[in-house]
């Protein structure tokens, strides 16, 4: 009964897609972050969601999960919701809210919770998904039943690692300085063999290169979620990006991904 209506007031801040892990299956993994200190003292339950944001676009030159408004916005007011709804119904219990920006290593809670399998590629493929989605929780004080059985891997079909085209890839992890979105999003002057992989990636921020090529990503289902459907700009080009102030790069400054477009729009 517990879990019924906590289900149910979750499903009734937006979101469908919600699994549990404890917080003791992520203590010896958190990350250090300035939001670390934001976690309850006594945390007992991690309430994980993904927010499915794969919308057909057609041709585009940043990676698809740049393509709609910030989702960090959108993120947060659902999780809100959500955090409210909980403490309406549980005034003794804490609940506190992250995304992205969280000392939660998410693909491992998502994973624990039971919403889906990692790739080799690093991310969280989801059944109905695929790896098109982003993370966010809920770290509470109730104590809540795990709704996973472990963490599960992909099919190791091989096929990002193969098409990676920094070679970034591995049974081991990810080169994280051989990752074309990695290195999309430096500040730095990049190196020759750098702007030649922004070029070779035709990508001006991000890559999708290792989730376009997953057969795990074959079926992957729309988005529902509206702030993801509408306001999309695939086409990023010069002198654009400073007024797209509600995109998920804007954070990097118009320099980064400008640096970029000049790379895809000259040869030399």
């Known amino acids: ?152 891997p992909c099919i190791r079909c091989g096929k990002c690692r193969e098409s990676c085209p920094g070679g970034a890839i591995s049974a081991d992890g990810i080169e994280t300085d051989r990752c074309l979105s990695h290195i999309s999003q430096k500040k730095r002057d990049l190196s020759p063999w750098e702007c030649d992989l922004i070029r070779k990636g035709g990508s001006a921020w991000g890559c999708d290169i290792c989730q376009e090529v997953c057969p795990m990503n074959r079926a992957a289902a729309e988005t529902y979620l509206p702030e993801f459907r509408t306001g999309l700009f695939p086409i990023i080009r010069p002198g654009q990006s400073e007024s797209l102030e509600n995109r998920a790069f804007h954070w990097r400054g118009p320099k980064v991904i400008e640096r970029n477009l000049h790379l895809l729009n000259n040869d030399s």
Request: net charge negative; charged share 20%.
């Open 1 to 152: 009964m517990l879990m019924h209506n906590i289900f149910g007031l979750l499903r009734r801040s937006g979101l469908r897609d919600w699994g549990i892990c404890s917080f003791e299956q992520v203590r010896g993994s958190l990350l250090d972050c300035r939001a670390k200190s934001r976690i309850p003292e006594n945390a007992r339950s991690v309430l994980m969601t993904v927010f499915p944001y794969f919308t057909p676009c057609g041709v585009h030159n940043i990676s698809r999960y740049a393509i709609p408004p910030d989702y960090h916005t959108a993120a947060g007011e659902y999780l809100d919701r959500a955090c409210g709804l909980l403490r309406e119904a549980f005034p003794e219990q804490e609940f506190v809210w992250f995304a992205d920006n969280s000392p939660i290593p998410e693909v491992r809670a998502a994973a624990l919770a039971g919403l889906g399998c990692v790739g080799l590629n690093g991310l969280l493929i989801t059944p109905e998904y695929g790896s098109w989605v982003f993370l966010g929780e809920i770290v509470t004080s109730l104590d809540l039943p795990v709704s996973g059985d472990g963490i599960k």
